[in-house]
């Protein structure tokens, strides 16, 4: 089970700003480096930000992380289309011994 | 070009046994930690197990712990998947990470999946 809580959904109009959560606790992301990862329907995950807040060449600079306690956020703006995909943030965690991934987000583009 | 090739995947029964390859190339092997992270049908990714780079530290979900054993052959550039005692709820398209660390989960890289149905 997903010990890391993400809605399940976000939407918003291109040109718009969305916002999303990454609900967790003191051994995950209170204490770790929280990911994010995009995927597209039939493909692998894309590493879109990692240790909380930095990103992978590559990647516009519309989507940015951040960390606050034991929660993280994924922002978009300028949204675009493509950005329509399925997000997930992982982070490890130190009582289970193990990676845990966010239940995962569907962003859809109105 | 960074590769992970994985292999193995297929139908099994349900109680029995499968092994998963992947094959790396285009980086220092030796250098990073490996990880396999599966996917269920329709459903979200789940992280299942890691090795870090000489094997001294090894990590696996709950859900599969005494069950599934992962291992590497530095020599061969490969990690594996050792599954033993399949379920149903094992089905899934299971992914092969290049990882940074054990517990840094900066997966930059991963393989297009072999897919493991266990059914009767």
């Known amino acids: 089970q997903s010990v890391l809580t993400q809605p399940p959904s976000a939407s918003g109009t291109p040109g718009q700003r969305v916002n999303f959560s990454c609900s967790g606790s003191?051994?995950?992301?209170?204490?770790?480096?929280v990911y994010w990862y995009q995927q597209f329907p039939g493909t692998a995950p894309k590493l879109l930000i990692y240790?909380?807040?930095r990103r992978p060449s590559g990647v516009p600079d519309r989507f940015s992380g951040s960390k606050s306690g034991t929660s993280a956020s994924l922002a978009i703006s300028g949204l675009r289309s493509e950005d329509e995909a399925d997000y997930y943030c992982?982070?490890?965690?130190?009582?289970?011994?193990?990676?845990?991934f966010g239940t995962g987000t569907k962003v859809t583009v109105l | 070009e960074v590769q992970l090739v994985e292999s193995g995947g297929g139908l099994v029964q349900p109680g029995r046994s499968l092994r998963l390859s992947c094959a790396a190339s285009?980086?220092?092997?030796?250098?990073?930690?490996m990880h396999w992270v599966r996917q269920a049908p329709g459903k979200g990714l789940e992280w299942v197990s890691g090795?870090?780079?000489?094997?001294?530290?090894?990590a696996y979900a709950e859900t599969v712990m005494g069950r599934f054993t992962i291992s590497r052959d530095n020599a061969k550039n490969s990690v594996f998947l050792q599954m033993n005692s399949l379920r149903a709820e094992d089905t899934a398209l299971y992914y092969c990470?290049?990882?940074?660390?054990?517990?840094?989960?900066?997966?930059?890289?991963w393989g297009q999946g072999a897919l493991v149905t266990v059914s009767s």
């Open positions: 990470v290049k990882g940074e660390g054990l517990i840094l989960l900066h997966f930059d890289h």
């Open positions: 285009g980086f220092n092997f030796d250098d990073y930690a």
């Open positions: 992982v982070a490890w965690d130190d009582s289970l011994r193990g990676g845990v």
């Open positions: 003191s051994s995950n992301i209170g204490t770790n480096f």
């Open positions: 240790r909380n807040d």
């Open positions: 090795i870090n780079w000489n094997s001294g530290n090894i």
